[in-house]
């Protein structure tokens, strides 16, 4: 397949003036009915943004783009719902594979609207839910605004890899760089391969392994994280070179989400909702992971004692490492996304958590984009949050929480924790671009 849309891209390199052009078009086709799943629109997407990035073009056109596209294509999706109804059933890809229609109908009857924004970052799910929507005609103003939203999250999410990797391809990095990148890849490559292998075959011990595992390898990172200082400087380097006066705002909302004084509110928000639907064994799972995590950070910061980046005029207080933001974010998602996998397929249980890795590291990411960490900083705060959520689900044994939580606990803790955080990071907006100097 790569090689098919090889001469493509070697043409869009010399005549960049289309890649905006050629964006649009791939992530339409990814968005369309049915056609999304055969295409493979995360990878071209990525490639036209890389050379986007290379080429020197803005960031804020490229997305405006992405976003039309993926509105446009859900949305055409949806009105050919609502036009075929049942009949839809008969198109030649559901005749042929009625099992992609079966699964989006079981993932939208089960979260409701909620599987738009959720489907929309998973592959196979994505160019069928709008279709499905159109089908059970679900009511066009609900559509709409989930589908604006969706598509706005999940387009930045598609293009700004490429786009950043891109930009940052005209700096060669130094001979030490891939040698300690490779380290990193290597550490968390066997933990995911663990991770997917103990879902394949469940066994008893299975999160007493993951939690040695990610204990192991966060103490070696807080241990020799000196070792790895041209990758942190390199990457570091990079994300200043790839800095955009689009992405500064973005970036500063999403760091809000870690910050301490809302994640104590989520916090408390989930566990009282927890002890309101009496899901004692869930509380307890949650409340100590959370807890757990914080404590850990808090104890490790001092331990380490290594300094922040000196690139801010206003220095933050505390120690860098782990980062407390990262540890924050990545441990309420992973506890989010293992809550919401209660009951269900291992299939859905690993999209979950592949689903919760995305904000967590969009915030983990805004941290070193505003110099407030370096990269091993956020990437210690993910193996403290994965080590927090695999010790209480080890400690916990048989009385791990099992059964799966009623949909109205989860609107309810949707509702009132979107609502929560629009509400702090519209407060705090201005204080905290005073403090990164982004005013």
């Given at each position: 397949?790569?090689?098919?849309?090889?001469?493509?891209?070697?043409?869009?390199?010399?005549?960049?003036?289309?890649?905006?052009?050629?964006?649009?078009?791939?992530?339409?086709?990814?968005?369309?009915?049915?056609?999304?799943?055969?295409?493979?629109?995360?990878?071209?997407?990525?490639?036209?943004?890389?050379?986007?990035?290379?080429?020197?073009?803005?960031?804020?056109?490229?997305?405006?783009?992405?976003?039309?596209?993926?509105?446009?294509?859900?949305?055409?999706?949806?009105?050919?719902?609502?036009?075929?109804?049942?009949?839809?059933?008969?198109?030649?890809?559901?005749?042929?594979?009625?099992?992609?229609?079966?699964?989006?109908?079981?993932?939208?009857?089960?979260?409701?609207?909620?599987?738009?924004?959720?489907?929309?970052?998973?592959?196979?799910?994505?160019?069928?839910?709008?279709?499905?929507?159109?089908?059970?005609?679900m009511?066009?103003?609900?559509?709409?605004?989930?589908?604006?939203?969706?598509?706005?999250?999940?387009?930045?999410?598609?293009?700004?890899?490429?786009?950043?990797?891109?930009?940052?391809?005209?700096?060669?990095?130094?001979?030490?760089?891939?040698?300690?990148?490779?380290?990193?890849?290597?550490g968390?490559?066997?933990?995911?391969?663990?991770?997917?292998?103990?879902?394949?075959?469940?066994?008893p011990?299975?999160?007493?392994c993951?939690?040695?595992?990610?204990?192991?390898?966060?103490?070696?990172?807080?241990t020799?994280?000196?070792?790895l200082?041209?990758?942190?400087?390199?990457?570091?380097?990079?994300?200043?070179?790839?800095?955009?006066?689009v992405?500064?705002?973005?970036?500063?909302?999403?760091?809000?989400?870690?910050?301490?004084?809302?994640?104590?509110?989520?916090?408390?928000?989930?566990?009282?909702?927890?002890?309101?639907?009496?899901?004692?064994?869930?509380?307890?799972?949650?409340?100590?992971?959370?807890?757990?995590?914080?404590?850990?950070?808090?104890?490790?910061?001092?331990?380490?004692?290594?300094?922040?980046?000196?690139?801010?005029?206003?220095?933050?207080?505390?120690y860098?490492?782990?980062?407390?933001?990262?540890?924050?974010?990545?441990?309420?998602?992973?506890?989010?996304?293992?809550?919401?996998?209660?009951?269900?397929?291992?299939?859905?249980?690993?999209?979950?958590?592949?689903?919760?890795?995305?904000?967590?590291?969009?915030?983990?990411?805004?941290r070193?984009?505003?110099?407030?960490?370096?990269?091993t900083?956020?990437?210690?705060?993910?193996?403290?949050?994965?080590?927090?959520?695999?010790v209480?689900?080890?400690?916990?044994?048989?009385?791990?929480?099992a059964?799966?939580?009623?949909?109205?606990?989860?609107?309810?803790?949707?509702?009132?924790?979107?609502?929560?955080?629009?509400?702090?990071?519209?407060?705090?907006?201005?204080?905290?671009?005073?403090?990164?100097?982004?005013?």
């Amino acid at each position: 397949m790569s090689d098919f849309f090889a001469p493509l891209f070697d043409w869009l390199a010399l005549h960049p003036h289309w890649l905006g052009a050629s964006v649009f078009l791939i992530i339409l086709i990814e968005c369309m009915a049915l056609i999304g799943v055969l295409w493979p629109g995360v990878v071209l997407v990525f490639s036209a943004a890389l050379l986007a990035g290379q080429a020197g073009l803005a960031l804020w056109p490229l997305y405006l783009l992405a976003w039309l596209a993926a509105m446009l294509g859900n949305s055409g999706s949806y009105l050919l719902g609502i036009r075929l109804q049942a009949g839809a059933r008969s198109l030649p890809l559901l005749r042929k594979y009625p099992h992609w229609l079966a699964r989006a109908e079981i993932h939208l009857s089960r979260y409701g609207t909620g599987s738009l924004l959720a489907g929309h970052f998973i592959g196979p799910l994505r160019p069928v839910l709008p279709l499905l929507a159109g089908m059970l005609k679900m009511p066009a103003k609900r559509f709409f605004i989930v589908n604006m939203l969706a598509a706005g999250i999940w387009s930045f999410t598609a293009i700004l890899p490429g786009w950043l990797t891109g930009a940052a391809l005209d700096s060669a990095p130094p001979d030490q760089f891939w040698s300690q990148a490779g380290l990193l890849a290597a550490g968390f490559g066997l933990l995911a391969a663990t991770a997917f292998w103990f879902g394949r075959r469940p066994h008893p011990q299975r999160f007493t392994c993951l939690a040695l595992l990610s204990g192991l390898l966060l103490a070696l990172l807080l241990t020799f994280w000196p070792m790895l200082a041209v990758f942190d400087r390199y990457l570091q380097q990079l994300t200043l070179a790839s800095s955009s006066p689009v992405l500064d705002p973005i970036l500063l909302v999403f760091t809000q989400f870690g910050d301490v004084k809302l994640q104590i509110v989520l916090d408390a928000l989930l566990c009282i909702l927890l002890l309101a639907y009496r899901a004692f064994p869930a509380l307890v799972f949650a409340a100590g992971s959370l807890l757990g995590s914080t404590v850990l950070n808090a104890s490790l910061k001092s331990l380490v004692g290594r300094t922040r980046p000196e690139l801010l005029p206003q220095l933050l207080d505390g120690y860098s490492m782990p980062s407390g933001h990262s540890v924050r974010s990545y441990t309420f998602c992973l506890v989010i996304a293992i809550l919401l996998g209660l009951g269900q397929r291992r299939q859905v249980r690993a999209g979950l958590l592949s689903l919760a890795l995305l904000p967590a590291s969009l915030v983990a990411f805004s941290r070193i984009y505003l110099t407030a960490h370096w990269p091993t900083d956020v990437l210690a705060g993910a193996l403290l949050a994965v080590f927090s959520c695999t010790v209480m689900l080890a400690l916990l044994g048989r009385q791990q929480p099992a059964h799966a939580l009623p949909r109205p606990f989860w609107l309810t803790q949707a509702g009132l924790s979107l609502g929560i955080f629009i509400l702090f990071a519209a407060w705090s907006f201005s204080t905290a671009a005073t403090r990164y100097n982004l005013l």
